[in-house]
């Protein structure tokens, strides 16, 4: 079994930046692709970025040039560096980890951008 825990989640004012970290643990042995997707109050859970184990990256159009994602391999670990944050990136995180073909989801964290 695999365990998905994300972290960094708070309250930003517009312009400012985050740093999402989610960490997988337990029985991990190869990860295929991590990824952040985001849900707002109402709407369907969205895409945001994901990281292949290769290191290709694919972004929502909605956050490139804005956010990161990367990863520490070594630690299972995967980041989300958000910056230039707007009211409308005000969602719950999630991390999904792709492990053999499975997907395992984190609880969220959330993030609410407001002045």
């Known amino acids: 079994q695999v365990q998905v825990v994300e972290s960094g989640g708070g309250l930003v004012q517009p312009g400012g930046s985050l740093r999402l970290s989610c960490v997988a ?3 991990v042995f190869s990860i295929d692709t991590m990824g952040w997707y985001r849900q707002a109050p109402g709407k ?3 895409l945001v970025a994901t990281i292949t ?4 990256t694919n972004y929502a159009d909605s956050v490139k040039g804005r956010f990161t994602i990367s990863t520490d ?3 299972n ?10 009211p409308e990136d005000t969602a719950v995180y999630y991390c999904r980890i792709m492990h053999y073909g499975i997907q395992y ?4 964290t959330l993030v609410t951008v407001s002045s």
């Open 25 to 27: 643990s337990g029985r």
């Open 44 to 46: 369907e859970r969205d």
């Open 53 to 56: 184990s290769g290191g290709s």
């Open 73 to 75: 391999n070594a630690k």
């Open 77 to 86: 670990t995967v980041y989300l560096q958000m910056n230039s944050l707007k």
């Open 105 to 108: 989801w984190g609880k969220g």
